[in-house]
């Protein structure tokens, strides 16, 4: 079985909206406005690309990173590799940036069952909360920025459920006051 890793910057009260600069959201830009730049933070980017052998996406982040991904460098690794969207309303995919579509949470799971290493979910926040609330996440890596943004899109759902145990994998606080948490969850 493939596991399923969610990776996404979040606020310490777990928004995810706008990290990166995204129009719409009145705290967009949050990661690189309001918080020192250090490299040692991102490491962990650099080693996903390298260990995930693929990306899935929602149909929101895919039409934002379809037309810019491609063309960033820093992204090489994610450029190569396969990419789905989880989608009901996407007609077909952006020849930018090819992709297959899945229409519901069940393909998903069909995919997690087939040969490959991990799958990662980026952006996509709408996408990681049913993934999270359908038990399909195996592990969070997660940039936990030190800052309270109040709205916002949240990383998780406020589905009332049965409790989720996690099991930490790794952390470390930086210099900025970043905090990596890599968890997995416990099934």
């Given at each position: 079985m493939r596991?399923?890793?969610?990776?996404?910057?979040t606020s310490l009260d777990?928004?995810?909206?706008?990290?990166?600069?995204?129009?719409?959201?009145?705290?967009?830009?949050?990661?690189?406005?309001?918080?020192?730049?250090?490299p040692a933070?991102?490491?962990?980017?650099?080693?996903?690309?390298?260990?995930?052998?693929?990306?899935?996406?929602g149909r929101t982040s895919y039409e934002a990173f379809a037309p810019v991904w491609p063309t960033m460098d820093d992204f090489a690794g994610y450029n190569a590799m396969p990419r789905y969207v989880v989608s009901t309303t996407l007609a077909a995919q952006d020849d930018r940036w090819p992709?297959?579509?899945?229409?519901?949470?069940?393909?998903?799971?069909?995919?997690?069952?087939?040969?490959?290493?991990?799958?990662?979910?980026?952006?996509?926040?709408?996408?990681?909360?049913?993934?999270a609330d359908a038990g399909l996440v195996d592990r969070y890596h997660l940039l936990v920025f030190p800052l309270l943004l109040g709205a916002?899109?949240?990383?998780?759902?406020?589905t009332d459920k049965d409790t989720q145990k996690l099991s930490v994998r790794e952390s470390q606080t930086y210099a900025n006051g970043i905090v990596k948490l890599v968890y997995d969850v416990v099934h």
């Open positions: 596991m399923l890793i969610v990776t996404a910057f777990g928004v995810v909206e706008g990290p990166g600069g995204e129009p719409g959201y009145r705290n967009s830009g949050w990661t690189f406005r309001d918080v020192a730049f250090d933070a991102y490491e962990i980017k650099g080693r996903e690309q390298e260990e995930t052998t693929a990306l899935l996406l992709a297959t579509i899945l229409r519901s949470l069940d393909e998903v799971a069909a995919l997690k069952e087939t040969d490959g290493g991990p799958i990662a979910v980026h952006g996509s926040a709408t996408l990681a909360r049913s993934l916002g899109k949240r990383l998780w759902s406020e």
